[in-house]
């Protein structure tokens, strides 16, 4: 009787434990999504003043995107000026590119968009960024045959895991189909970036077990995901606080050309690339085990 008890609290208190972890890394994944969201927010409201100081006394000049992707990220050079869901955002008249990248860390398949840009102060210039419409197709279980259905022709374009870019986004239906398992068809969608996970049904139980032997699954470690993503979070803080204040030191230098300025600037924007360096770091940590996953 006294065994039987022993073995029930134990096992009472091994839930428990799991239960608390799985709270504890909820909780910390909301603060890292919070804190990235309130970090971007910073950079978006002090963009438009950061433009016009960069500027100069000549003024800023104005850019309208033109833009499939409207939730994007505009930088002029290396400077964050606004979203590119704006009418218009205003630039450094010195500026010579323009830059868009995609806001979403899950959305890291989007390669950048940069186009020349030649404007002088009170300018107002348009210009056109369209990205390729991206499709990120995935089956439980991997290795489906996926087709483009057109009519009553169909069109192989690979094996899951797989991405496919377009010029122009799908109309027609997708094909997710593999031997011993009911064929799936899915809508593509006309965002930039699409995502589907097709869980395929198998036909019977026993065309499931040979693969269920021979690919069991991979524990999945979150806690890497967590750190990764942590790092790369407080690193580009970092990275922009260094940056602001060796910013701030070349202006007092240009004021005062007060030479013992410059180490001090050195050293800040030493710290700001070494923060650069591991914020970049995180982020592959994190989108390697995206792909390996």
Known sequence: ???????????????????????????????????LGALL????????ARAQEAGGGDGPAYVHIDTNFPEALVFADSLLVGGASSMLLAVPSASRSIRLTAPNPDAWSIAP??????????????????????????????????????????????????????????????LVRRVGYISQR?????AVWNRHVVHLEPINEQDTAPQLYLNPPRAHRAWIDYAALGTA????????????????LADEYERTRNEALTPRIETQDFRAAVAFGVMQGGV??????LVLR
């Open 113 to 174: 968009i940069t186009r020349p840009l030649d404007v002088v102060a009170g300018d107002t210039a348009r210009v056109v960024m369209r990205f390729p419409y991206h499709y990120r197709i995935e089956s439980e279980p991997f290795g489906a045959d996926v087709l483009i259905e057109h009519l009553e022709e169909s069109h192989y374009i690979g094996v899951t895991p797989l991405l496919h870019r377009s010029v122009d986004p799908l109309e027609e239906s997708i």
């Open 1 to 35: 009787m006294c065994m039987r008890t022993n073995r029930t609290r134990g096992t009472m208190r091994r839930k428990a434990s799991k239960s608390g972890r799985a709270w504890r890394a909820g909780r910390l994944l909301h603060i890292h999504r919070a804190l």
């Open 41 to 48: 927010c910073t950079a978006l409201a002090h963009a438009p």
């Open 233 to 248: 979070l407080v690193s580009g803080a970092l990275a922009v606080h260094y940056k602001f204040k060796a910013d701030d």
């Open 186 to 190: 899915i809508q593509p969608g006309k």
């Open 284 to 289: 592959a940590v994190f989108a390697l085990r």
